[in-house]
């Protein structure tokens, strides 16, 4: 059973930047798609972004590209989200999630996500 561990979140100001963090315990994430996705107030779960197993390749939502970044460190089995220009309707539960199949090229569908992180709010005041 893999657990998901997101932290870095917290309280910034329109235009500011902030670092989120995913390390994974009990399996390797080296095999596997990881995936980053938000929840607003009274909003549904929503895709933020995607990075292959390999790395090689990044997938990310129309609303936040060229401002989020994902990346991952397999050695440190943690994977990152750095998150700048932020903008009040950045404001969310941020979850970490891992793919349910190995090797998948990648995804961007909550269902292919198997296990899930507790979450990390990011506010974005104006």
């Known amino acids: 059973q893999v657990q998901l561990v997101e932290s870095g979140g917290g309280l910034v100001q329109a235009g500011g930047s902030l670092r989120l963090s995913c390390a994974a315990r009990g399996r390797t994430i080296k095999i596997y798609t990881m995936g980053w996705f938000r929840q607003a107030p009274g909003k549904e779960r929503e895709f933020v972004a995607a990075i292959s197993w390999g790395g090689s390749n990044t997938y990310y939502a129309d609303s936040v590209k060229g401002r989020f970044t994902i990346s991952r460190d397999n050695a440190k089995n943690t994977v990152y989200l750095e998150m700048n220009s932020l903008k009040p309707e950045d404001t969310a539960v941020y979850y970490c999630?891992?793919?349910?199949?190995?090797?998948?090229?990648?995804?961007?569908?909550?269902?292919?996500?198997?296990?899930w992180g507790q979450g990390t709010q990011v506010t974005v005041s104006s």
């Open positions: 999630a891992i793919d349910n199949q190995v090797f998948r090229w990648i995804s961007t569908m909550a269902r292919d996500f198997g296990s």
